[in-house]
């Protein structure tokens, strides 16, 4: 009979295996087939695929070739503009550790643990472990939350450079990150420590230890939190800029007379809104024109020098030039009040409309009700080499400018359809720009 088995095909063999485990199970007696027999059968897994069945080798096969999304790396994407007001609400270092505090004392150790010093170094533990996590995890999510500044746009990071400093705002992230790895490694020492308590004495020793030493980490580098939270708040109050809504720049020397003519062009506007943009006198709004919305901005004055002696308040208004959609309305002040001589102002002048020739432009000569029969002449400047534009600039400013007063409303209504007029046009180059980059999308 052996020989006789022996010679059944292997098929015939396996068959007769199958049909017998399938009677056997219907059977009352419960019985599984030894592992020795188990691992003598082969079988194929063959997962569904789009309602077909496909061998695991070819799904492995495919997945090596082509990646899922997944497990791609995705190439970073520059934040749009609005990213400030995206930043979380950062607490302060006090209320941080007290509420974490608060919450780790309310950790009780795991029931059925009869063994005193058992219990209580099971508490210190669990207690120790939940304040290191009530304190890292909120800086985790501020170093999540707040954006890399490679990724903002380039108007937002001129921002963060000129109204922090260079450098400050990746300095703080920076500390915040330290704080929060110092907390994990001081935190899982002594939760090791206290769980490795041979009394229950020594337990709560090693517990008021780890929480000593946690808030000393806290008092000695809190103040990046701190800080961060300043830093928040001073880049939530800037207004978001739209780069689909044209903006009126109002460009010149200081004291020219800009921020009077935002608040003219913004009169009787029931939808205008003036921003604080900075602490340093930067004003921004918008007016409404012919149920329009535009963006009025106030630039801080300029001074007739070269970029590497600007200060950072000179370099944000030609940051405004630079990477908003932009109209610019130039103000000269020829009456001798703004403190900056009328052939400075015109040195200034000529550089930015030189550097910034495609924009839309507008010219205005304010306090005209101010200007005598004769241009004003500062002692300090030097006369000898001047030309006939600079002569003709000291009496009417540059060709084609509006001459206005507030006080006397002269040229303000001229000045309205001007506006009116330049931005209009500029919201065509806009949209003219928007459809060209979607036509090259397509």
């Given at each position: 009979?052996?020989?006789?088995?022996?010679?059944i095909p292997n098929q015939w063999r396996l068959q007769a295996f199958l049909s017998s485990t399938a009677s056997i199970t219907k059977?009352?007696?419960?019985?599984?087939?030894?592992?020795?027999?188990?691992?003598?059968?082969?079988?194929?897994?063959?997962?569904?695929?789009?309602?077909?069945?496909?061998?695991?080798?070819?799904?492995?096969?495919?997945?090596?070739?082509?990646?899922?999304?997944?497990?791609?790396?995705?190439?970073?994407?520059?934040?749009?503009?609005?990213?400030?007001?995206?930043?979380?609400?950062?607490?302060?270092?006090?209320?941080?550790?007290?509420s974490a505090l608060k919450k780790s004392k309310r950790i009780q150790p795991t029931k059925g643990i009869a063994n005193i010093a058992?219990?209580?170094?099971?508490?210190?533990?669990?207690?120790?472990?939940?304040?290191?996590?009530?304190?890292?995890?909120?800086?985790?999510?501020?170093?999540?939350?707040?954006?890399?500044?490679?990724?903002?746009?380039?108007?937002?990071?001129?921002?963060?450079?000129?109204?922090?400093?260079?450098?400050?705002?990746?300095?703080?992230?920076?500390?915040?990150?330290?704080?929060?790895?110092?907390?994990?490694?001081?935190?899982?020492?002594?939760?090791?420590?206290?769980?490795?308590?041979?009394?229950?004495?020594?337990?709560?020793?090693?517990?008021?230890?780890?929480?000593?030493?946690?808030?000393?980490?806290?008092?000695?580098?809190?103040?990046?939190?701190?800080?961060?939270?300043?830093?928040?708040?001073?880049?939530?109050?800037?207004?978001?800029?739209?780069?689909?809504?044209?903006?009126?720049?109002?460009?010149?020397?200081?004291?020219?007379?800009?921020?009077?003519?935002?608040?003219?062009?913004?009169?009787?506007?029931?939808?205008?809104?003036?921003?604080?943009?900075?602490?340093?006198?930067?004003?921004?709004?918008?007016?409404?024109?012919?149920?329009?919305?535009?963006?009025?901005?106030?630039?801080?004055?300029?001074?007739?020098?070269?970029?590497?002696?600007?200060?950072?308040?000179?370099?944000?208004?030609?940051?405004?030039?630079?990477?908003?959609?932009?109209?610019?309305?130039?103000?000269?002040?020829?009456?001798?009040?703004?403190?900056?001589?009328?052939?400075?102002?015109?040195?200034?002048?000529?550089?930015?409309?030189?550097?910034?020739?495609?924009?839309?432009?507008?010219?205005?000569?304010?306090?005209?009700?101010?200007?005598?029969?004769?241009?004003?002449?500062?002692?300090?400047?030097?006369?000898?080499?001047?030309e006939a534009e600079i002569i003709k600039y000291r009496e009417t400013g540059p060709d084609e400018s509006i001459h206005v007063s507030?006080?006397?409303?002269?040229?303000?209504?001229?000045?309205?359809?001007?506006?009116?007029?330049?931005?209009?046009?500029?919201?065509?180059?806009?949209?003219?720009?928007?459809?060209?980059?979607?036509?090259?999308?397509?």
């Open positions: 009979m052996k020989l006789a088995s022996s010679l059977s009352p007696t419960f019985w599984s087939p030894t592992s020795r027999q188990c691992r003598n059968l082969q079988t194929a897994v063959s997962p569904v695929v789009s309602s077909s069945y496909l061998p695991t080798s070819y799904i492995t096969q495919k997945q090596i070739e082509f990646p899922t999304s997944s497990s791609e790396k995705q190439p970073p994407v520059q934040e749009g503009l609005g990213a400030f007001q995206k930043l979380p609400m950062v607490m302060p270092s006090i209320d941080l550790y007290a058992k219990r209580e170094r099971n508490r210190g533990a669990k207690q120790l472990d939940a304040l290191m996590k009530e304190l890292a995890l909120p800086l985790k999510g501020y170093m999540e939350s707040f954006p890399r500044k490679r990724l903002l746009h380039p108007y937002e990071r001129s921002l963060i450079e000129l109204t922090l400093g260079d450098g400050k705002y990746e300095e703080v992230l920076g500390k915040v990150d330290v704080l929060r790895k110092k907390v994990l490694s001081v935190g899982k020492e002594h939760a090791s420590l206290c769980a490795k308590a041979l009394s229950k004495r020594e337990a709560e020793e090693r517990l008021n230890e780890g929480v000593e030493k946690l808030e000393l980490v806290f008092q000695q580098q809190g103040k990046a939190v701190d800080d961060l939270l300043t830093i928040a708040k001073v880049l939530r109050a800037m207004p978001v800029v739209d780069l689909e809504m044209p903006t009126l720049c109002l460009v010149g020397a200081p004291n020219v007379g800009k921020s009077s003519l935002v608040r003219i062009l913004s009169t009787g506007k029931p939808e205008i809104c003036n921003y604080p943009f900075t602490t340093r006198g930067i004003l921004m709004g918008h007016i409404v024109l012919n149920y329009q919305r535009f963006q009025v901005t106030d630039t801080p004055g300029l001074l007739r020098r070269c970029d590497e002696d600007r200060n950072n308040l000179e370099k944000l208004t030609l940051a405004v030039l630079t990477h908003l959609p932009t109209a610019v309305l130039y103000v000269h002040d020829l009456s001798g009040e703004c403190g900056t001589s009328p052939s400075d102002q015109f040195g200034i002048y000529k550089e930015i409309k030189e550097r910034f020739k495609d924009y839309l432009w507008i010219d205005v000569v304010s306090k005209c009700d101010l200007l005598g029969g004769s241009p004003v002449i500062y002692a300090k400047e030097d006369r000898s080499s001047d507030v006080k006397t409303e002269q040229g303000l209504n001229q000045l309205k359809s001007r506006v009116k007029e330049i931005l209009s046009n500029e919201m065509e180059k806009i949209k003219i720009g928007v459809t060209v980059d979607q036509t090259v999308a397509t």
